[in-house]
């Protein structure tokens, strides 16, 4: 099995305003809080640990960068033998790998997803850890979450794969097992370019480019909120020093109608094409709308770059991250 491989106030405005510069993944570690940090990072080949590891480097912070070749999180021994080998400066750990939710399906992956965070607990242990940043995702509201979605909403989890996020996120914070203050993120959906990206804006930009077309499930009146990945980048660096301990969704605070962001991914690639509807998913036929007046609180000098700011970013570079 692979495990995927995806926290300090940043100064512009308020969260919730956009930033409308090209977004940067990298940038100048003179002022980063990332810098000097001992990060490890686990799931380095998930789509967002991939921009995560690179935009870490970057930034001047010491990262330790694992997959499930480097350490199986499902084998205690391999968990066990990492942990102790570790140095006795202190460690962030930023923790992305899971199960990924396409193969997720069955109880078998529900007790591997559970299985991989308790080693996780118990390998912290064993090393000098003073905080862990948790990856975890919106399915813990489930399929018709109440509106607006914030971090006290009710938990109604309708999947394996998001009971186990419900599951893990218990673990870290209420079994009393843990140690460290642990800031748990649910993220809603992340785009930007990257050869693993599954977003469904890298997909629309990809049905344009390649076929002219773009499919959409349903009317196509969802509503959705999405968040460029180099902004949740930043937003990680951003709440490393703040040593939270608790839960932040990862939101713009701003959705869009699926067809509203079809049209606008054609604009900014200035290409014609056409809206092919099929059939509804209904799994996935809800409105993702969020109250981020948590995130604002916590960061109120953080800045989300423009949809179509980070759309561009496909343009740039052949979409390799700068």
Same mark, same amino acid.
Request: charged share 20%; net charge neutral.
């Given at each position: 099995?692979?495990?995927?491989?995806?926290?300090?106030?940043?100064?512009?405005?308020?969260?919730?305003?956009?930033?409308?510069?090209?977004?940067?993944?990298?940038?100048?570690? &003179?002022? =980063?809080?990332?810098?000097?940090?001992?990060?490890?990072?686990?799931? #380095?080949?998930?789509?967002? @640990?991939?921009? /995560? +590891?690179?935009?870490?480097?970057?930034?001047?912070?010491?990262?330790?960068?694992?997959?499930?070749?480097?350490?199986?999180?499902?084998?205690?021994?391999?968990?066990?033998?990492?942990?102790?080998?570790?140095?006795?400066?202190?460690?962030?750990?930023?923790?992305?790998?899971?199960?990924?939710?396409?193969? &997720?399906? =069955?109880?078998?992956?529900?007790?591997?997803?559970?299985?991989?965070? #308790?080693?996780?607990?118990? @390998?912290?242990? /064993? +090393?000098?850890?003073?905080?862990?940043?948790?990856?975890?995702?919106?399915?813990?509201?489930?399929?018709?979450?109440?509106?607006?979605?914030?971090?006290?909403?009710?938990?109604?989890?309708?999947?394996?794969?998001?009971?186990?996020?419900?599951?893990?996120?218990?673990?870290?914070?209420?079994?009393?097992?843990?140690?460290?203050?642990?800031?748990?993120?649910?993220?809603?959906?992340?785009?930007?370019?990257?050869?693993?990206?599954?977003?469904?804006?890298?997909?629309?930009?990809?049905?344009?480019?390649?076929?002219?077309?773009?499919?959409?499930?349903?009317?196509?009146?969802?509503?959705?909120?999405?968040?460029?990945?180099?902004?949740?980048?930043?937003?990680?660096?951003?709440?490393?020093?703040?040593?939270?301990?608790?839960?932040?969704?990862?939101?713009?605070?701003?959705?869009?109608?699926?067809?509203?962001?079809?049209?606008?991914?054609?604009?900014?690639?200035?290409?014609?094409?056409?809206?092919?509807?099929?059939?509804?998913?209904?799994?996935?036929?809800?409105?993702?709308?969020?109250?981020?007046?948590?995130?604002?609180?916590?960061?109120?000098?953080?800045?989300?770059?423009?949809?179509?700011?980070?759309?561009?970013?496909?343009?740039?570079?052949?979409?390799?991250?700068?």
């Amino acid at each position: 099995m692979r495990m995927p491989a995806e926290p300090v106030m940043l100064t512009p405005e308020r969260t919730g305003h956009v930033n409308r510069q090209l977004p940067q993944v990298a940038g100048n570690t &003179a002022d =980063s809080s990332m810098a000097a940090q001992n990060l490890i990072l686990v799931g #380095k080949r998930s789509y967002i @640990g991939g921009y /995560l +590891a690179r935009f870490a480097e970057a930034r001047g912070a010491r990262v330790t960068a694992l997959s499930s070749d480097d350490c199986n999180f499902l084998q205690w021994h391999e968990v066990e033998r990492f942990f102790r080998s570790l140095a006795e400066d202190p460690y962030t750990i930023v923790f992305l790998a899971v199960v990924n939710k396409p193969i &997720a399906t =069955s109880y078998q992956s529900f007790l591997e997803n559970t299985r991989i965070v #308790k080693h996780l607990i118990d @390998g912290h242990t /064993l +090393a000098p850890v003073n905080a862990i940043v948790y990856f975890s995702s919106m399915d813990v509201y489930g399929r018709h979450p109440r509106l607006p979605i914030t971090e006290e909403s009710p938990l109604e989890p309708d999947t394996w794969y998001a009971l186990a996020r419900q599951v893990s996120e218990w673990m870290l914070h209420s079994s009393g097992e843990v140690r460290c203050p642990v800031t748990i993120i649910r993220v809603t959906a992340a785009y930007g370019p990257a050869p693993n990206d599954p977003s469904v804006i890298g997909r629309m930009v990809r049905g344009i480019q390649e076929q002219g077309q773009v499919v959409i499930h349903g009317s196509g009146t969802t509503r959705r909120d999405y968040v460029y990945v180099g902004d949740l980048c930043r937003l990680v660096e951003a709440a490393i020093p703040l040593r939270y301990n608790g839960v932040l969704n990862t939101a713009t605070g701003t959705c869009r109608s699926i067809n509203e962001i079809a049209q606008m991914v054609g604009r900014v690639l200035e290409r014609p094409f056409e809206i092919v509807h099929e059939a509804v998913n209904p799994a996935r036929e809800f409105d993702a709308v969020f109250d981020i007046t948590k995130l604002r609180t916590l960061l109120p000098s953080f800045q989300f770059s423009e949809m179509e700011v980070g759309v561009r970013s496909y343009l740039t570079e052949g979409g390799r991250i700068r």
